[in-house]
């Protein structure tokens, strides 16, 4: 008896750990490349952060570095996943915001920030699925458990 939606070889990679340890790491890996960026030319970082309106820009040039580069330690270990993505959510939506205000703009412009827009929005709704699920997965091998938090997610 089958006891997964998927076909039985897409359910047997589906449940490797090595698939959840890479997805953690790929979805993160924007931010940590960002931040060592920004970590190795600060004065450009300001510049970017200075740019978009965020005053005092090496204050917001800080912060963004300790949350690409904190939050992303905290997902890919898979420790305060909540506090990690969350904060990595909350600057993706600050970014949004400022770097990618489509309704501010028009012709090509406005076409290229709406894409830049929705595709961070759907960054933000990978890091609340990855929450969800670490949660899921701190129950261990109890399947049980972990069926009841998941099914109480999807209500």
Do not use: C
Request: proline share 3%; aromatic share 10%.
């Amino acid at each position: 008896m089958q006891t997964s939606a998927s076909p039985g070889w897409i359910a047997a990679i589906l449940h490797r750990p090595i698939l959840w340890h890479a997805a953690r790491l790929l979805l993160v890996s924007a931010y940590i490349l960002g931040g060592f960026a920004k970590l190795l030319d600060f004065a450009g970082a300001v510049a970017e952060q200075e740019h978009f309106g965020l005053h005092p820009g090496w204050l917001w040039a800080a912060a963004a570095i300790a949350i690409e580069l904190g939050g992303s330690l905290l997902v890919v270990l898979n420790r305060f996943v909540w506090l990690g993505a969350g904060a990595l959510g909350v600057l993706t939506f600050v970014a949004m915001l400022t770097a990618n205000a489509f309704w501010t703009m028009e012709g090509h412009d406005r076409f290229m920030a709406m894409n830049a827009f929705f595709e961070h929005l759907g960054l933000i709704a990978g890091l609340v699925v990855v929450s969800v699920l670490s949660e899921a997965s701190a129950f261990g091998t109890n399947p049980a458990a972990r069926a009841q938090t998941l099914q109480g997610v999807s209500r």
